[in-house]
């Protein structure tokens, strides 16, 4: 369990420096709830794992290789222990938002990732009846948090406010 910490800790770093620009036109941030309090974006997963491995064995050759094989536990980042039916070429986002005792929400992330071609009914079937999900485009969205959730459907349906109206121009440059 430690060693999978350790090497989530170091993915979520290497993949804040490669994760690129946050960008309004992605869309995708017209999915997350305007009262996220932070967006986590991956670029692209598998090349981030390929890269993590290169600079670890270039610190201390021959740990490159643990690295990859720790990362096949890597589903775990977005609740999806055998990441069935999610594309790992393409971003992944994790949106993260404070407890709002009143209202009933939960402390539980929204997850947003793109399905797998083909295998589109693969990920609500993983996920089980503990997660609400939808589908938009190639885009798989789940959370535990019903708050989260109503708020996403609302999104959806064109009520609403995402981040993106948040997301000024000096954003996109982080």
Do not use: C
């Amino acid at each position: 369990m430690l060693k999978f910490r350790i090497f989530a800790t170091s993915f979520l770093i290497l993949g804040l420096f490669t994760a690129g620009k946050l960008r309004a036109e992605d869309k995708v941030t017209d999915l997350i709830p305007v009262k996220t309090l932070a967006v986590g974006r991956i670029r692209n997963p598998e090349e981030l794992i390929d890269k993590t491995a290169a600079f670890v064995d270039a610190l201390q050759p021959g740990l490159g290789g643990q690295v990859r094989q720790v990362s096949q536990g890597m589903g775990r980042l977005i609740d999806n222990q055998t990441l069935a039916g999610v594309d790992k070429k393409q971003p992944w986002w994790i949106a993260l938002r404070g407890p709002e005792e009143d209202r009933g929400s939960s402390e539980q992330p929204l997850f947003i990732v793109p399905l797998l071609k083909g295998h589109e009914e693969d990920l609500p079937k993983a996920l089980g009846d503990n997660y609400k999900y939808v589908r938009k485009g190639s885009w798989g969205i789940y959370t535990k948090d019903k708050i989260v959730f109503e708020e996403v459907e609302k999104l959806l349906k064109g009520d609403g406010k995402s981040i993106t109206s948040e997301i000024d121009e000096s954003s996109g440059k982080i």
